[in-house]
């Protein structure tokens, strides 16, 4: 070994033995880090198809995961993207100087074979080669198939080698694939528009979140990554599209978590002449959906317990989450006695707190985690939620949801607020929270303002969290296990 290639771990290692084998190959003439290589077949296509093809020729390349040399005979195992399947070489077949090749590789080395398709004595589906071609010569060694890559951080580190030698793995992020597009086939197929909104924004907003900052120089303006599509996606309901939708990156300067991360891939769609319930419909129906594509059924198990995600959800009121998790009863209760009740259960609120900031306080706190679910929890209180509609009934109160599976909060969805001018006071509201010291309240955005003006149709809007979806669908505890490239600390 000549030196450690990465500081995280002896992962990744560089050694004078695999250096001296590149000087040799090249020195012979045989080309390392070769070009294309025609495929005939993908590995598991000549395994679970292999009846019908057996005896025939096959090319195929991946990356050499075992080797096995006895003498004149050796094997291998070969790995592309679908699957493994071992290599069965001889050099009375081969001829000497592509055996010769076979006795120079290391397993990681990515090569070419052809050859026949048989079946061994011992029953093992094999490629019986008789060309061998080095594609890509591999200088850092990968861990031993008995201890593979175990490390977490090593794994979020260098995914690349973690995708390699942990199949369960991919098979999340394969996952992660098909629910993605199975949500916008699911969206597609009811009449929603995919568009795209800008990813930097000139005013941040659509969510309470603290933003990234950034600057453009031709400008000379300051620009901030985009917390949410939701304010441009409205503006297009307003323009005259009807049902639109974008799956996309969001970034928010907060902390990282188990379910946090700073940049993360959401939904949103908008669909006007809706409301909050239409929704909700939408949301039961979309994940039940992905869970009979993804799990091949509406019963899903996650940690060892089985959610059954058939529709319908129950709806429940926050202010009644609260009195069923923690024996507490606000209805009706005056903003000093929510006060008094929340010291009470040892959750801390300004003194000028109003009652429905206490209930958010309190739900947030002392019941969110506990909601197994599926379920909705619906009726926010109108201060944490100023993009929404006022409950015509209650207007302390907005028709506002969020799905809960899990403990966790997967979505959020409202009927939407079109009274510019109310829209105008909320905004006024945040600014002096701002001003305040809050950085995560909305910022006035007063083109939004001016749309609403021109008139928005009555609407239903949802977003859903699609990092946590596909823990929920992958059986994963860490948002980490389901993003290819996690932020992580820099090494010190």
């Not at 090249?26 to 390392?32: D, I, L």
């Not at 050796?74 to 493994?84: E, N």
């Not at 890559?149 to 942990?166: A, K, P, T």
């Not at 924004?201 to 031709?218: E, K, W």
């Amino acid at each position: 070994m000549i030196r450690r290639q990465d500081g995280d771990s002896e992962l990744l290692r560089l050694d004078e033995h695999r250096l001296a084998k590149l000087e040799s190959l090249r020195a012979r003439g045989v080309e390392p880090y070769g070009g294309a290589f025609a495929r005939t077949h993908q590995i598991a296509e000549l395994v679970t198809d292999f009846d019908r093809l057996a005896g025939s020729r096959c090319r195929v390349a991946g990356r050499l995961m075992a080797r096995r040399v006895h003498g004149k005979v050796g094997f291998g195992d070969l790995q592309d993207g679908s699957g493994t399947i071992q290599l069965y070489l001889r050099e009375d077949r081969m001829g000497p100087e592509a055996y010769g090749l076979w006795n120079e590789l290391d397993m990681g080395d990515i090569v070419g074979v052809e050859g026949e398709l048989v079946r061994t004595r011992r029953g093992q589906i094999s490629i019986d080669v008789d060309q061998l071609t080095l594609l890509t010569k591999s200088l850092a060694s990968l861990p031993d198939k008995w201890h593979g890559l175990r490390d977490v951080e090593v794994r979020y580190r260098q995914r690349y080698v973690d995708l390699i030698v942990n199949p369960e793995v991919k098979e999340v992020f394969r996952r992660r694939s098909q629910i993605i597009t199975g949500i916008r086939r699911f969206l597609v197929d009811r009449g929603f528009l995919e568009v795209e909104t800008p990813i930097l924004h000139p005013i941040p907003g659509g969510a309470n979140a603290r933003p990234f900052v950034t600057y453009h120089n031709v400008l000379d303006a300051e620009l901030y990554l985009r917390i949410a599509p939701e304010l441009y996606l409205k503006r297009l309901l307003v323009g005259g599209f009807e049902k639109v939708f974008e799956i996309g990156k969001n970034f928010r300067n907060e902390g990282i978590s188990t379910t946090h991360n700073p940049e993360f891939t959401a939904m949103e769609c908008y669909e006007a002449y809706a409301d909050a319930e239409a929704m909700m419909k939408l949301t039961e129906e979309l994940v039940a959906a992905l869970a009979e594509e993804v799990c091949g059924s509406r019963q899903v198990t996650f940690q060892g317990r089985v959610y059954d995600v058939t529709p319908p959800w129950p709806r429940v009121p926050m202010i009644e989450a609260v009195r069923q998790q923690t024996g507490v009863d606000l209805r009706g209760a005056s903003d000093q006695e929510a006060r008094e009740q929340a010291a009470a259960l040892g959750v801390e609120v300004p003194p000028t707190a109003s009652l429905g900031e206490v209930v958010f306080e309190i739900f947030e706190r002392k019941v969110a985690d506990h909601l197994h679910g599926p379920v909705f929890i619906t009726d926010f209180p109108v201060e944490v939620s100023p993009l929404a509609r006022r409950k015509e009934d209650a207007p302390a109160w907005v028709d506002r949801f969020e799905p809960y599976v899990a403990g966790w909060e997967i979505g959020n969805g409202f009927s939407e607020l079109t009274d510019a001018l109310d829209q105008a006071a909320r905004f006024r509201h945040q600014a002096q929270l701002r001003a305040q010291g809050d950085e995560e309240a909305h910022f006035m955005d007063e083109d939004f303002v001016r749309a609403l003006q021109v008139g928005m149709p009555p609407a239903g809007g949802l977003g859903i969290g699609v990092d946590r979806l596909v823990m929920f669908l992958t059986n994963q505890t860490s948002i980490r296990e389901v993003l290819l490239f996690p932020h992580l600390r820099p090494k010190a």
